[in-house]
């Protein structure tokens, strides 16, 4: 199912739309993968659905992934058959679903000794039949040749052991905070609403039921009481802070963790494949992933208690990630390679007890509170469809809402199915806007590059201004664009014109100009690291 394309409108008449009398079927708090998917099923179904978002759509953990769609290989090794079918699944759908932001991406996996190659071949072949009719690519062992042809910077020896060969297999790929944008605009082409820096302040509650959602404009500090048949908690490692305002005697629900990641220049995986190392020295898994010119290095869970909207990577995280993607490559990272550092917070779900979060659930899990109050967290971005259509039909379960059948399975996303013919490549900056690709390159600018490492132009600027609610250079330089999470330092010097252009589109003074750049300054800062 395409859906035809609407543009959001301005901000003053989206609040306008806020002040309806008649009450939302459904109001989403939260603007990350959940909280999105969930609102672009439920408009799907014909209900009136809002989202309101603190920030930034994908401000924070929705934006700060590892870029990949897939099934998850170490749930594979943990026997969790039925989470990595599901997420297969569901990696297919979205790859049909949204083209231009999803493709495929070979993963080879170096073998270090006999035993290993055979062990890991067999469980990738496990990977396809799983995956089905669905799967991207047939996985294959490789020869000690083919594995240095497919990977040619993957280190020929490790800590004395001689490379034996390895296994080729196939993930998705993606922009995770494309996707949200995307996402977005979707929600819009359905009739529902999305509006960004509109946090909510408080739950109204009738007669001991959930029925609304106290909000403030972040940007003007105006409040409104919003009405709703059915209100849907979806803000990811933050759900508590939201339980908390129905009844402070909510038990925590969330043990969120910390994902590291390191951007690296091309040449460090110069082909068209990714490197995943199955088991690090402290069974973490560490990927080396190419995107968008540029090389990736992660690592996955560690333990974090507090939660920032913006967390910094340790210097003990950023020097395990250098020191072991070191002994796997050829040439060693140092920190003066390294263009960006990111850090995001993942809403794993508590288990039984204490314990590493690494063995803690990704499966996503609903609650529903006395009041009527639905919360979802857990689980990932590959999985943000099912989540979503689990969400509605509790929704429905509940007698919340009349039913009405899932529609998202077949529903393409906003720009799909893709940009005309030889226009753009799967995993470039404007393969993302897929068939908006034409409006983009026809608005001013277009051909005035602003970071070429993140291939930011003027048009890039003003599009994401007049049809991406983008209000910041932040949002931009972070999230429209990728330029912070490439090149921190290219997006510094870059904003103070990204900011004067966004002033041109929104109408704001030199003063706000200042204020965005230098609120920019202040995040960026977390991205940048010393050599």
Same mark, same amino acid.
């Given at each position: ?20 009398? /008649? ?8 603007? *990350? ?59 297919? @759908?979205?790859?049909? =679903? ?14 270090? =000794? ?17 995956? *089905?009719? @669905? ?26 052991? #001689?490379?034996? +060969? +390895?296994? #080729? ?26 509006? =960004? ?23 003007? +500090?105006?409040? %409104? ?32 963790? /910390? ?26 898994? @560490? ?13 996955? $869970? ?68 006395? +009041?009527? @109050? ?46 005309? !013919? ?13 068939? $908006? ?29 007049? %049809? ?13 664009? #990728?330029?912070?999470?490439? $090149? ?10 990204? !900011? ?32």
């Amino acid at each position: 199912m395409t859906l035809p394309s609407r543009t959001p409108p301005s901000r003053d008449r989206l609040l306008a739309q806020l002040d309806s009398a /008649q009450p939302w079927d459904v109001i989403v708090i939260g603007g *990350g993968a959940t909280g999105l998917g969930t609102a672009v099923d439920a408009a799907a179904r014909g209900y009136r659905t809002l989202l309101i978002e603190a920030a930034d759509f994908a401000k924070g953990t929705s934006s700060k992934a590892t870029k990949l769609v897939h099934g998850g290989v170490r749930y594979l090794a943990q026997g969790n058959i039925s989470l990595v079918r599901e997420a297969l699944h569901e990696r297919g @759908l979205l790859g049909r =679903n949204a083209p231009h932001v999803v493709w495929p991406l070979g993963f080879v996996v170096p073998a270090y =000794n006999l035993l290993e190659r055979p062990f890991y071949g067999t469980g990738m072949k496990m990977y396809d039949l799983l995956a *089905g009719r @669905l799967n991207l690519a047939p996985s294959r062992m490789l020869s000690r040749a083919e594995t240095l042809a497919d990977a040619p910077t993957l280190a020929p020896e490790v800590n004395g052991r #001689r490379l034996r +060969g +390895g296994v #080729r297999y196939y993930d998705g790929q993606f922009d995770d905070a494309r996707l949200a944008v995307s996402l977005m605009r979707t929600l819009f082409d359905l009739g529902g609403i999305a509006i =960004n820096y509109m946090p909510a302040t408080g739950l109204n509650q009738s007669k001991g039921r959930i029925d609304g959602v106290t909000a403030r404009d972040a940007l003007t +500090g105006t409040s %409104f009481v919003l009405h709703a048949k059915c209100v849907v908690n979806a803000a990811g490692v933050w759900v508590d802070e939201i339980r908390h305002m129905e009844s402070r005697a909510a038990t925590g629900i969330v043990a969120p963790s /910390q994902g590291v990641h390191l951007t690296l220049p091309h040449d460090f995986l110069p082909g068209k494949n990714a490197i995943l190392i199955p088991k690090t020295d402290d069974g973490r898994v @560490l990927f080396v992933v190419p995107w968008n010119g540029h090389t990736i290095v992660g690592t996955t $869970d560690v333990p974090r208690a507090d939660l920032p909207l913006e967390p910094e990577a340790s210097s003990q995280d950023i020097d395990f990630i250098l020191r072991t993607a070191g002994r796997y490559l050829s040439r060693k990272p140092t920190r003066s390679d390294v263009t960006s550092v990111w850090a995001g917070l993942r809403p794993l779900v508590k288990a039984g007890g204490e314990g590493a979060t690494k063995t803690l659930s990704r499966e996503h899990t609903i609650l529903v509170s006395p +009041g009527g @109050l639905i919360t979802v967290t857990g689980g990932k971005w590959t999985t943000y469809r099912r989540m979503a259509q689990d969400v509605m039909d509790t929704a429905a379960r509940e007698h919340m809402l009349p039913h009405a059948p899932c529609r998202t399975e077949q529903l393409a996303l906003h720009g799909a199915p893709g940009a005309p !013919a030889g226009m753009t490549s799967p995993g470039t900056p404007d393969a993302y806007y897929g068939s $908006d690709l034409p409006a983009l390159r026809a608005l001013a600018g277009a051909d005035r590059m602003l970071i070429a490492a993140s291939a930011l132009t003027e048009a890039h600027v003003r599009y994401a201004a007049r %049809f991406e609610l983008a209000r910041s250079a932040e949002d931009v330089l972070a999230r429209r664009n #990728r330029a912070l999470f490439l $090149d921190s330092g290219a997006a510094l010097r870059a904003a103070p014109e990204v !900011a004067r252009i966004l002033a041109e589109e929104l109408g704001h003074d030199a003063a706000w100009q200042r204020r965005t750049v230098a609120d920019f300054e202040q995040t960026a800062q977390r991205y940048r690291l010393a050599s």
